[in-house]
């Protein structure tokens, strides 16, 4: 029986439109076909299995032929045999686990949801971030998919990277699965990597290590870790602990190697075992409290609550072990955090500065911590540093300033050197058109905090061009236009907010139109402003001050 693995690969993409590539197809029927590639070849597969490198590979799906609405294809990977025999049979694989939109690793995807897609536009990841997908450089054609894979890692669940050479071999399951008018089409393959052999070097290097028994596997069981066959490695840590029922190495590297492959319960019952064993060693403790530290994302539940306390309680005992190891001050400080406990969480980030004072990560952790607390002084202090730890990295300026700006929202030239900054090191790199948006924006609301209107309108029209449909951007310009006297322009502005906004309005959209109107002399809408924004804040001075002079 194959072990089930933690696979969730899932790219879906709909045309619009596409034309007929082959004559002599029925009338409403969808065909294609699917290969593989590596190494500039293609892999032909047998009886639907293939046989690949765990290097990069791609996959091609060719169109055949085309009649009718939408097309739709899904790609998907299978964590049970049971699947690929009924796909091997002609039946419909209707219950694929891996649902990637929620990272459940158990949840099904539903079918009418994510196997059957509906025509929403020309071409859609489903799996939204690009960054995390199973595949990269996919290109769409009319007649193709071409998409590359890389094996390096696998967002398997929130907070966790699995390394993709650590899948088992001859457990990974592909389904290609498009709608057709009567009946749903789909190509099925088993991706099997060669399984590790130890050469001759390789054994006479395990020998001359001269163990015996129990520890002979455990070190088998490594080597076979090493070369990522992790069957293997179970197989091998299993014998380990036939010969040598107590034996703590072989339960800890077990357990690992469970985790791996997504058996958390038996890397939990093997942690539990190994603590009994050797109460003072840590790994056991670490591998138990990460496992508790990932399960149950619903932070509504009452198994939240103590799956972070089960995993405080290790992460605790392994800080007693090793109490100069900053990782585990750190991670234990954000379990403080997930549990509300904000200053033990302060003072183990503290802790873990003061042993990795070049970590920036900690850096970024107390920065956020102190700006939601309002202790900005305190935040900007941790901003500098990460400045100085990362002089090239555009969202360390982008973060200083904001700091900054709260920390002195009088003058905020200081601020403006650093979006500027940040925008200088996005230049003539890949950058993210959102981020770069970001910034610009928050540039130009500086440069009308400092007056300077002309270069606001400036910065606020390439965020626009950068990204559309951002509403914020429309009224930090909407004021930049009536400070230059230009009020046509400020109520167009003001008015997009409002309908980008929808139901967040803010009462400054309709104090600024507000001010646009009265001072156009159209009182009785500058008065709905006024009334409008009163509404929203009943505590708005400027507010109150015009309403009462139109009155």
């Given at each position: 029986m194959l072990r089930r693995i933690v696979v969730l690969v899932l790219i879906g993409f709909i045309f619009s439109s596409m034309h007929c590539l082959a004559e002599n197809l029925e009338e409403g029927y969808q065909s294609f076909n699917v290969t593989f590639e590596q190494d500039g070849k293609e892999v032909k597969p047998k009886d639907h299995i293939v046989t690949l490198q765990k290097k990069?590979?791609?996959?091609?799906?060719?169109?055949?032929?085309?009649?009718?609405?939408?097309?739709?294809?899904?790609?998907?990977?299978?964590?049970?045999?049971?699947?690929y025999t009924m796909a091997s049979k002609g039946g419909q694989v209707t219950d694929l686990l891996g649902d990637a939109r929620t990272y459940s690793v158990f949840e099904p995807a539903q079918v009418s949801r994510d196997l059957y897609l509906e025509r929403r536009k020309e071409l859609q990841y489903l799996f939204i971030d690009g960054s995390k997908s199973r595949f990269h450089e996919v290109v769409a054609g009319d007649d193709k998919i071409v998409g590359k894979r890389y094996i390096s890692d696998i967002f398997s669940k929130p907070g966790q990277i699995w390394p993709m050479p650590d899948l088992p071999v001859d457990e990974l399951y592909l389904v290609f699965i498009k709608s057709g008018d009567t009946r749903p089409q789909q190509e099925y393959y088993k991706i099997q990597f060669p399984k590790a052999t130890i050469n001759e070097v390789e054994l006479n290097q395990f020998n001359k290590a001269g163990k015996k028994g129990a520890e002979k596997q455990v070190l088998l069981g490594n080597l076979y870790e090493w070369k990522k066959d992790l069957g293997s490695a179970i197989d091998a840590y299993s014998h380990a602990l036939i010969l040598n029922e107590k034996c703590y190495d072989a339960y800890v590297q077990r357990a690992t190697v469970y985790v791996k492959i997504g058996k958390t319960e038996q890397a939990i019952a093997d942690c539990d075992k190994a603590v009994v064993i050797n109460p003072q060693d840590q790994r056991a403790y670490v591998i138990r409290g990460s496992?508790?530290?990932?399960?149950?994302?619903?932070?509504?539940?009452?198994?939240?609550?103590?799956?972070?306390?089960?995993?405080?309680?290790?992460?605790?005992?392994?800080?007693?072990?090793n109490p100069n190891n900053a990782?585990?001050?750190?991670?234990?400080?954000?379990?403080?955090?997930?549990?509300?406990?904000?200053?033990?969480?302060?003072?183990?980030?503290?802790?873990?500065i003061s042993l990795a004072p070049n970590n920036r990560m900690f850096y970024?952790?107390?920065?956020?911590?102190?700006?939601?607390?309002?202790?900005?002084?305190?935040?900007?202090?941790?901003?500098?540093?990460?400045?100085?730890?990362?002089?090239?990295?555009?969202?360390?300026?982008?973060?200083?300033?904001?700091?900054?700006?709260?920390?002195s929202n009088t003058n905020t030239n200081q601020a403006i050197m650093d979006y500027s900054k940040a925008i200088e090191l996005c230049q003539g790199q890949q950058y993210n058109n959102s981020l770069l948006s970001n910034i610009y924006t928050e540039r130009g609301r500086a440069f009308h905090v400092n007056g300077q209107n002309d270069e606001a309108i400036a910065d606020l029209n390439k965020a626009i061009s950068l990204q559309?449909?951002?509403?914020?951007?429309?009224?930090?310009?909407?004021?930049?236009?009536?400070?230059?006297?230009?009020?046509?322009?400020?109520?167009?502005d003001c008015t997009k907010y409002i309908e980008l906004s929808s139901?967040?309005?803010?009462?400054?959209?309709?104090?600024?139109?507000?001010?646009?109107?009265?001072?156009?002399?159209?009182?009785?809408?500058?008065?709905?402003?006024?009334?409008?924004?009163?509404?929203?804040?009943?505590?708005?001075?400027?507010?109150?001050?015009?309403?009462?002079?139109?009155?």
């Open positions: 990069e590979f791609a996959y091609v799906v060719h169109f055949l032929g085309y009649w009718g609405d939408a097309v739709a294809v899904r790609l998907n990977s299978s964590m049970n045999d049971n699947y496992i508790y530290n990932t399960m149950e994302m619903d932070i509504s539940s009452a198994s939240y609550r103590e799956n972070k306390i089960k995993a405080l309680y290790d992460f605790s005992r392994a800080i007693e072990l990782e585990l001050y750190g991670i234990r400080a954000k379990i403080y955090l997930f549990l509300r406990n904000q200053s033990k969480s302060m003072n183990d980030y503290d802790k873990a970024e952790e107390r920065a956020m911590q102190c700006a939601i607390a309002g202790d900005w002084d305190k935040s900007l202090e941790y901003r500098n540093k990460i400045v100085e730890l990362a002089p090239q990295d555009s969202i360390a300026y982008f973060n200083r300033a904001i700091a900054s700006e709260h920390v559309t449909g951002l509403a914020g951007v429309y009224l930090f310009r909407g004021a930049a236009y009536f400070d230059k006297g230009d009020y046509d322009q400020a109520i167009e139901l967040m309005h803010s009462p400054q959209a309709y104090l600024v139109r507000g001010k646009a109107y009265k001072a156009k002399g159209m009182s009785r809408e500058a008065l709905s402003d006024f009334n409008i924004a009163l509404g929203i804040k009943p505590d708005l001075k400027e507010a109150i001050v015009e309403k009462n002079s139109l009155q």
